[in-house]
C-alpha cells in the first residue's frame, strides 16, 4: 500500500501559478504509475494528468496541456504538478493517485491509492 500527502495547495489569481507536491511512502516508488485528478464539488474525479514509472510516458487533460507539467523526482519519492497560467475554473481539489502498475492510464479505476487532496482556488 502507498501513503501519499499532497501539499502546494492555496488562493492565487488568475494567470499566475502554484506547484502541488505528493510525497509517497509504502512501495518502491519508482515501481508505480502516478496521476493527478482534480474534483470539483458535486463533481466526479477528472483526470489531469499522469506519468508511468519511468517517466517516459506523459498524458495531460486538454484543458491543462500547455499549463501544466507533472513530474517526478523518484530519488524524493516525490510527484510535482506545476501549474501556470491558472484561470478561475482550475479551482477544485487535487489529488495524487498511485497506481498499481506501471502505468495507471487516464482513468480513476487506474489507481489504487490516493492523497486526502489540496485545495487550489483561482480568483478571477
Known amino acids: 500500500q502507498v501513503q501519499l500527502v499532497e501539499s502546494g495547495g492555496g488562493l492565487v489569481q488568475a494567470g499566475g501559478s502554484l506547484r502541488l507536491s505528493c510525497v509517497a511512502s509504502g512501495r518502491a516508488f519508482s515501481s508505480y504509475g502516478m496521476a493527478w485528478f482534480r474534483q470539483y464539488p458535486g463533481k466526479e474525479r477528472e483526470f489531469v494528468a499522469a506519468v508511468s514509472s519511468s517517466g517516459y510516458i506523459r498524458r495531460y487533460a486538454e484543458s491543462v496541456q500547455g499549463r501544466f507539467t507533472f513530474s517526478r523526482d523518484n530519488a524524493k519519492n516525490t510527484q510535482y504538478l506545476e501549474m501556470n497560467n491558472l484561470k478561475p475554473e482550475d479551482t477544485a481539489v487535487y489529488f495524487c493517485?498511485?497506481?498499481?502498475?506501471?502505468?495507471?492510464?487516464?482513468?480513476?479505476?487506474?489507481?489504487?491509492?490516493w492523497g486526502q487532496g489540496t485545495q487550489v482556488t483561482v480568483s478571477s
Open positions: 493517485a498511485a497506481a498499481a502498475a506501471s502505468w495507471g492510464g487516464t482513468t480513476h479505476s487506474g489507481y489504487i491509492s
